[in-house]
């Protein structure tokens, strides 16, 4: 059973850059698309970022598109989201998400079997 944790999340100006990291234990995650998603208070969760196995092919939302870079290291069993130039509207829980099976639904929440516990992050304007 793969387990996913979050951290580097927290507070950050307007403008400012955060770098998020997914850690799994508990079984190798090199051959699972890993996404990362976002919650807002009152709102779903939504798609941020996915990437492929080896990292070949990344799929961004829209309103991180050219903002956000999603990376992972096989070796090291971790996937990164450096989130720069944060808005605002970009404080939300983010959370971590495995797709054992490797589906290209990659936005679809369904797809991912496992899930991290999430990290905060909070823009300040």
């Known amino acids: 059973q793969v387990q996913l944790a979050e951290s580097g999340g927290g507070l950050v100006q307007t403008g400012g850059s955060l770098r998020l990291s997914c850690a799994a234990s508990?079984?190798?995650?090199?051959?699972?698309?890993m996404g990362w998603f976002r919650q807002a208070p009152g709102k779903e969760r939504e798609f941020v970022a996915a990437?492929?196995?080896?990292?070949?092919?990344?799929y961004y939302a829209d309103s991180v598109k050219g903002r956000f870079t999603i990376s992972r290291g096989n070796a090291q069993n971790t996937v990164w989201l450096q989130m720069n130039s944060l808005k605002a509207e970009d404080t939300a829980v983010y959370y971590c998400?495995?797709?054992?099976?490797?589906?290209?639904?990659?936005?679809?929440?369904?797809?991912?079997?496992?899930w991290g516990q999430g990290t905060q992050v909070t823009v300040s304007s």
């Open positions: 998400a495995a797709d054992r099976d490797y589906s290209l639904a990659y936005s679809r929440l369904t797809t991912y079997d496992y």
């Open positions: 990437i492929s196995r080896r990292g070949g092919n990344t």
């Open positions: 508990g079984g190798t995650i090199s051959s699972y698309l």
